[in-house]
């Protein structure tokens, strides 16, 4: 075959004088010869194209193996931090080192952060995400002076994309609403989160009124009880008593100091997943604080 793809008949019996006749004979020639040379040339240009392409976009945005810029950055004062880019994002790594959710956008900073549409993902306190962001602006919205980390790309980073992950959760303390005399307590997972309940305080003040209240921890789907763990001792009129439930605890006790002590096995609790009290004899003067709740908070 010749170089310019075409086979050449030849015989090893030809005389070399002959095997170059063969050659020429098949060889193109004239207008021919320009059409093969034009088609091999606007290949080796297009090819040339797509690699000066590449190069040019990196020279352009100063970057090195397709990173625009990565870094550690504190949300400033209004909970933003933005970016702008010479050539458009592919993909953006954003971890969330704060106690609050984070709003990331693939437009420039607006009056707080947008609630919902296109380029936006929310990444929940203490987890991480690649998120395919095509654009020339990043945007991070979330809670004055929190750290985020950010590393920008020029392309899309498969398979991990549009993955949100945490490794261990946040350990999160938090105190609950406070109910009206004569209410139980009641404290609900938001959507979207998971706890693992850790622990649980609270205070119960009871009214002169005579009668022996009986408090329980319950919790339920927001239908069906899981579980309910009755306290170590009843409270009788006119006292206040301090409830503290912890998982794994092992024991109950009731100590001289009015602290009840109680234990329930350790939990994940979905969204919609409630905390709750439920006494026996409560009268309508007796009155619940607002609960402590520590927990580890998954996304």
Same mark, same amino acid.
Do not use: C
């Given at each position: 075959m010749n170089i310019f793809g075409k086979p050449a008949t030849i015989k090893a019996t030809d005389s070399p004088a002959g095997q170059r006749a063969a050659i020429a004979a098949k060889a193109p020639s004239g207008r021919e010869l320009q059409n093969a040379l034009a088609t091999e040339l606007?290949? !080796?240009?297009?090819?040339?194209?797509?690699?000066?392409?590449?190069?040019?976009? $990196?020279?352009?945005?100063?970057?090195?193996?397709?990173?625009?810029? !990565?870094?550690?950055? !504190?949300?400033?004062?209004?909970?933003?931090?933005?970016? =702008?880019?010479? %050539?458009?994002?592919?993909?953006?790594? %954003?971890?969330?080192? =704060?106690?609050?959710?984070?709003?990331?956008?693939?437009?420039a900073p607006g009056n707080g952060a947008p609630q919902q549409g296109i380029s936006l993902s929310r990444i929940p306190a203490g987890c991480y995400a690649v998120i395919n962001l095509a654009s020339a602006n990043l945007t991070v919205y979330g809670n004055p002076g929190e750290y985020v980390s950010l590393q920008v790309f020029a392309k899309s980073q498969p398979p991990s994309a549009g993955l949100i992950a945490s490794n261990a959760g946040v350990v999160t303390t938090a105190v609950g609403s406070n109910p009206a005399a004569g209410a139980e307590i009641s404290e609900? +997972?938001?959507?979207?989160?998971?706890?693992?309940?850790?622990? +649980?305080?609270?205070?119960?003040?009871?009214? !002169?009124?005579?009668?022996?209240? &009986?408090?329980?921890?319950?919790?339920?789907?927001?239908?069906?009880?899981?579980?309910?763990?009755? &306290?170590?001792?009843?409270?009788?009129?006119?006292?206040?008593? &301090?409830?503290?439930?912890? &998982?794994?605890?092992?024991?109950?006790?009731?100590?001289?100091?009015?602290? +009840? $002590? =109680?234990?329930?096995?350790?939990?994940?609790?979905?969204?919609?997943?409630?905390?709750?009290?439920?006494?026996?004899?409560? +009268?309508? =003067?007796?009155?619940?604080?607002?609960?402590?709740?520590?927990?580890?908070?998954f996304a």
């Open positions: 606007l290949d !080796a240009i297009r090819k040339l194209d797509a690699t000066s392409t590449e190069l040019i976009g $990196q020279l352009r945005g100063g970057m090195t193996n397709s990173v625009l810029q !990565a870094g550690l950055y !504190a949300l400033n004062t209004d909970g933003i931090w933005s970016g =702008g880019f010479r %050539v458009p994002m592919g993909s953006v790594y %954003v971890a969330n080192h =704060g106690s609050g959710d984070l709003t990331v956008s693939g437009s609900t +997972v938001p959507a979207g989160e998971q706890w693992e309940l850790l622990a +649980v305080r609270f205070t119960l003040v009871t009214d !002169a009124t005579v009668a022996t209240r &009986a408090p329980s921890l319950l919790i339920d789907d927001g239908t069906n009880t899981i579980l309910r763990i009755a &306290a170590a001792s009843t409270q009788t009129a006119s006292l206040t008593v &301090a409830y503290n439930w912890m &998982a794994d605890l092992g024991y109950e006790k009731t100590s001289a100091s009015a602290n +009840v $002590q =109680g234990s329930f096995p350790r939990l994940t609790l979905l969204g919609g997943y409630r905390i709750r009290t439920t006494t026996g004899a409560m +009268v309508a =003067g007796d009155d619940y604080g607002a609960p402590v709740l520590h927990y580890r908070r």
